[in-house]
C-alpha cells in the first residue's frame, strides 16, 4: 500500500532535515518547502525540494496542486528567544501570520492533516516540575508567544471546519542523526550541546556558563534534552494517528530527565578528550531555573519510546556531526 505524501516545511532546518530523513526511511514520498533564509539545501537528504516562501499564498497553490500532499509538518519558524526580544514583529510575520496564509492554502486545497513544531517556552517559568500538558501556559517571551498563539489558531481553526492536529511540545533538541549524513548547524549558534562541542574542535575557544547560583545542586539551569532522532519517531506515530483517524492532540516531548549546564559541559569533556574551558557570566533574562518534561501522555497513547535516553548518547551523536563539520 502507497503511502501518501507529505509536505515538511522547514525542512532544510535542523529538525526538519531529520523529519525528512525519517519520513523518506518510513517510505513516504516527502516533499520539501523552505526559503533557506535559515535552513541549508545541502542537508534535505532527498525528496522534491522546493524554495519559496511560506508567506506566499501563489507558492502554497503550486505546491498542493502539483503533488498530492495528505499531511503538513511544519518546521518553519524562528526559535531564538533573545532574538524574538528585539524583533517581536518579525516573530509575528514569520511565526504567525505566515502560518495563517499556511492554514488557508490547506483549507482551499482540502488538506485536512497538520503536525506542528511548538515548544516548552509556551509554558514560561513553571509552577511545578516535571511539566505537564496540563501545565499553565503563560510564555515570557515572543517567541514562545507566538508559538502559543499558532496553537489557539488551531483549535479554533480545528472547531470549524475540518483539520485535525497534533502539537508536539519540544524541549531541548540535540544530537545527530546516527549515520552523521546530517546534524545541527545554525548561524548563529544559541544551542548549549553545539556551543560546547565547537570548543572541543577549536571553533570557539570557551563555552559560558550564564550564571552559576540558581537553586539546583550545581547552581546552574537543569535542561530536558531529547534527542532529534527521537523528536522525529514521535512526529511520524503523530502522523500515522492522525492517518488513521485519530483526534487533535497536544503532546510534550522530553526524556523526563533533567541534566545542569555543568554536567553538560563535563560529559562533553569526557567524550571529546578536550578540557572545554568554561567561563562564569551573568545570567540571561527570562531563563527558569528548571524545565524537565513530563512525557508520559505520548508514551501511553502513541506509544513512544525513545532510544536516546541517556545524556552521553546524545552527546556522542552530536560529536560525530561537529567533527565533520569542523574538518
Known amino acids: 500500500m502507497h503511502k501518501p505524501a507529505v509536505l515538511v516545511i522547514g525542512g532544510a532546518g535542523y ?96 488538506i485536512a492533516h497538520f503536525i506542528f513544531s511548538s515548544t516548552a517556552a509556551v509554558y514560561g517559568e513553571p509552577e511545578s516540575i516535571p511539566i505537564t500538558e496540563a501545565h499553565p501556559c503563560s510564555p515570557t517571551n515572543p517567541y514562545g508567544t507566538t508559538k502559543l498563539t499558532v496553537e489557539h489558531i488551531l483549535r479554533d481553526v480545528s472547531h470549524a471546519s475540518e483539520l485535525s492536529y497534533s502539537i508536539l511540545r519540544y524541549f531541548n533538541a540535540a544530537g545527530a542523526d546516527a549515520e552523521a549524513t546530517i546534524g545541527e548547524r545554525h548561524q548563529p549558534e544559541t544551542h548549549l550541546i553545539p556551543l560546547v562541542l565547537q570548543v572541543a574542535t577549536g571553533e570557539r575557544e570557551s563555552i559560558s556558563i550564564f550564571g552559576d547560583n540558581y537553586p539546583t545542586a550545581d547552581g546552574t539551569c537543569l535542561r530536558d534534552y531529547i534527542h532529534v532522532s527521537d523528536l522525529t519517531q514521535a512526529h511520524l506515530l503523530a502522523l500515522e494517528s492522525l492517518l488513521n483517524g485519530g483526534g487533535n492532540s497536544t503532546y510534550n516531548l522530553g526524556n523526563s530527565t533533567g541534566y545542569s549546564v555543568r554536567q553538560i559541559i563535563d560529559t562533553a569533556r569526557q567524550i571529546t578528550g578536550h578540557p572545554i574551558p568554561a567561563i562564569t557570566a551573568e545570567r540571561r533574562e527570562g531563563d527558569p531555573a528548571i524545565l524537565i518534561a513530563d512525557s508520559s501522555l505520548i508514551r501511553a497513547e502513541l506509544g513512544w519510546q525513545p532510544r536516546y535516553e541517556n545524556i552521553e548518547d546524545i552527546i556522542r551523536s552530536a560529536w560525530v556531526w561537529h567533527q565533520q563539520e569542523a574538518s
Open 15 to 110: 529538525i526538519g532535515s531529520h523529519m525528512v530523513l525519517d519520513l523518506l526511511r518510513a517510505g513516504y514520498p516527502v516533499v520539501t518547502l523552505d526559503d533557506l533564509s535559515r535552513g541549508h539545501r545541502e542537508l534535505v537528504p532527498g525528496g522534491d525540494f522546493i524554495e519559496g516562501d511560506l508567506g506566499n499564498p501563489a507558492v502554497l497553490e503550486q505546491v498542493f496542486s502539483q503533488y498530492p500532499i495528505k499531511a503538513v509538518m511544519h518546521f518553519a519558524a524562528h526559535s531564538q528567544v533573545g532574538e524574538s526580544v528585539q524583533q517581536p514583529l518579525e516573530y509575528y510575520r514569520n511565526n504567525v501570520a505566515n502560518t495563517i496564509t499556511l492554514l488557508q492554502s490547506m483549507q482551499q486545497a482540502g
